[in-house]
């Protein structure tokens, strides 16, 4: 028993950061969408389509919303792990800034759209011009983070 658990243990470091790079393109992939549906909710004419729109964009940021929070905890997790020099720390702090940003946002804006409104109602123009403020920080922090990767080699063995 004592050597399952020495195995598990010098597995679990590894584990955690392998989780990162697989978790962080579902929100970005369903925020986006939502951005987008939501903002066709609003500009189409047709109630019957707009209504479908805005249901399927009010779902997509909800799930986008929990799933950043998903990223933000995995990407903590693989940062504890990492020893890298000044430059490389700098942009991982940079990185780590816009993704507890944008991951609170993204829980506000959910919250915001969720309660109180009908799931098929058509967003207000202010839900949709931060929403679309939110989308771009998910951007600019996916941005940095593939950054982090290619430019720094961060997280990456070999």
């Known amino acids: 028993?004592?050597?399952l658990k020495e195995n598990v243990a010098a597995v679990v470091p590894y584990a955690i950061p392998a989780w990162h790079p697989m978790v962080v393109h579902f929100?970005?992939?369903?925020?986006?969408?939502a951005t987008l549906a939501l903002l066709?909710?609003?500009?189409?004419?047709?109630?019957?389509?707009?209504?479908a729109l805005a249901t399927t964009g009010t779902?997509?940021?909800g799930v986008g919303a929990v799933g950043s929070v998903f990223a933000l905890a995995t990407g903590l997790g693989a940062a504890l792990h990492l020893h890298v020099a000044a430059p490389a720390r700098q942009a991982l702090s940079m990185h780590v800034r816009w993704a507890?940003?944008?991951?609170?946002?993204?829980?506000?804006?959910a919250t915001w759209r969720c309660a109180g409104n009908?799931?098929?109602a058509r967003p207000s123009w202010l839900l949709l011009i931060v929403l679309i403020a939110a989308t771009a920080a998910l951007v600019v922090?996916?941005?940095?983070g593939g950054q982090n990767?290619?430019?720094f080699g961060i997280g990456v063995h070999g």
């Open 40 to 51: 066709v909710a609003k500009l189409l004419p047709n109630p019957r389509v707009a209504a």
């Open 100 to 109: 507890v940003f944008t991951a609170l946002a993204l829980l506000l804006l």
């Open 27 to 33: 929100p970005l992939a369903l925020v986006v969408c």
């Open 1 to 3: 028993m004592l050597a």
């Open 141 to 144: 922090t996916g941005y940095l």
């Open 118 to 120: 009908a799931q098929d």
């Open 149 to 151: 990767v290619y430019r």
């Open 59 to 61: 779902w997509n940021l």
